[in-house]
Each structure stands twice: as C-alpha cells, then as structure tokens.
C-alpha cells in the first residue's frame, strides 16, 4: 500500500467527508466555471472522463474548471471556490482530486476556511488551513491539516484555491463534527448515530458492495447502493457494524430500513450497546448490553422499534448492529436522551 492510499484509508477510517453533497456540502461562488461548473465538486466517487462529449464552450468535464489565466481581465492570480461545509466541524485532511485532468489539472492549490453564521464576503476573516502547496495531474492529492490552533478551531465554510487555473475533479474535506447542543430543546429525542450529529462508523465485519457510512447518513437511501450492504456468507454469520455515538446517551426508539434492499435484506436483526472509552474494538474484549433481542426483519421497509427496547435505561457510547446472516441495511436511525453531566 502506498503512502497516498494509506493516507486515504486513514481519512476515510477515522473522519467523514464534511463537504460532501450527501451531507448538506454546497458550492456558494467561484471565481470562475466557464469549462465544468463547481457543483462537480462535491459529487460522489471520483470524476469519469467521456470520450468525444463536448458542450458549448468545449470538452466536457467532471469537476470544476476554469478557463486559462490569461483570459482574465481582472488581474487576478489564481481561481478560488467558496465552499458551505454540510457539517460544521474540526479539519483534518483534505482531498484534491484531478481525475482525468491530466493537461489542465492547476500547479498549487491551497485551502482556507472561516465560521461565519452567514454567507462569506468582502469582510470575511479566512484562515489558512492548508498552505501552496503542489498537486499532480490525474491523481489524488491528499495532505494533512497538521495539528495546531488552526485544526483546533471548528469551521463552517472552506474557500479551494487553484494557481494560476485549471481543474479539479473532486474536493473532499475530511474532519469530525462539531455539533453546537445548545440547538437542541432540553429533554429532546435526538438520533445519537447522526453522521450530521456526530455519529461515525467505526468498524465493520464486512462492506464488500457499500461504505459503511451510509447506514448513518441523512435522509432514505437512494437505491441499493446508498447502504450498508455484505457479500453472501456461507455461514451463520452475522455481519456487524459498530456505530459510535454522538454523545453518550440512552437508546429509546430504533429505526433500521431496508428501503430498496428485497432480495438480499438481513434475515433478522440485533442491536447492542456499550460504555467505552476506546474506539478501538478489535480485540473483542468490549461487554455488550442487549438493546433490541434478534428480531425479523422484511423486504424494502422501514422498521420502527420502542417497546422492543429492553435497555431504555442505561447509557452507551457505542452500538453494534449485527445482521443474520448477511446482507443489506439502508439506514439506522438511534433516538435517545443525551446523558446529562
């Protein structure tokens, strides 16, 4: 494995991409998209490349692109694209991707980030998180956004810069959550899993077909592939995802939907909860706590889950959903009571 990949699985294992679309990300302004247009950016997967499909103004693209620097007739040195993150929080990495712009990908970028409650400005103070830094054609550009008061800080939007043009197919902003409680009424049922709340999957037995992720994120899934889906076991199983909380917090009404999965949901289900001050489960020495007794599940449904809740009483800071004996889970949803103190 190389250096950029395990850069890359570090991202994708520890943080959550806090630009993405999926996620509420949105491009706000730009500088310039006179060939490809900057909501490409925030898009899923990585850019595709068409052969012979043009528009009007040239060949098509799959990301953001400007048009040549000595075009301008404002004297400015480089492109930049404003960036509403769709979960404000705490940055750690980014991904510059050039996919397939391989003649036209920019020299340097650099990236810079506020918090601001409303959209940026002329008067907007921006922070420098990443400084110019080189970047390679076609390729993923992953750099770390190294600790200090600059990481430290939660921000809400991010401003790419490329020097002096070019493209970029996509941008992935790679950090933790930061939620402000205080948006919450006293005594609300909140769902503890929430990526946009700070949920985070941790680990799983198996996401062959589909990220792991996708169990917690917002809204129903789009299709089959916007879940947590396993290849076929051969035994009893069960597949198993460990979900760490938000917040510690009870476990009071369950939502597990199948939605689009009918011919490979899980036979049946099971839910856990434990108390832990490690994410680290792989050595299995975790004590788990029934929450929901292995219980059937159906085809392209949502299931609701209250009375089944056997541990509405006790707090955890972590749950494991465990499948039988494999399959596909569109989203789980855990709404309970924030501990208190």
Known sequence: MTDNQQLEQQFKTHYVDLASERVGGETLSCSDDFFAEMENLLK??????????????????????????????DGREYDWCVIRLGIPGFIRGVDVDTNFFKGNAPQTVSVEACNSETQPDDSTQWHTILTQSGVDAHSQNLFKVESGSEAERAWTHVRLNIFPDGGVARFRVYGEAHVNWDDFLPGELIDLAAI??????????????SDKNNLIMPGRGKDMGDGWETKRRRDPGPDWSIVKL??????????????????NFPDTFKLEGTVSDSDDFTDNSATWTPVIEQTKLYAHREHLFINEVVSADKNFTHVRLSIFPDGGVSRMRV??????G
Do not use: C
């Open 246 to 263: 938000a917040q510690p917090g009870s476990v009071n009404k369950v939502i597990v939907d199948t939605h689009h999965f009918k011919g």
């Open 196 to 209: 946009k709340n700070g949920g985070k999957a941790l680990l799983v037995s198996d996401m062959f077909f």
């Open 44 to 73: 899923t997967g990585r850019g595709i490349f068409i052969d012979d499909k043009y528009t009007e103004r040239g060949k098509w693209m799959d990301g953001w692109e400007s048009r040549r620097s000595y075009g301008r007739d």
């Open 335 to 340: 709404f309970g009571y924030r501990k208190e």
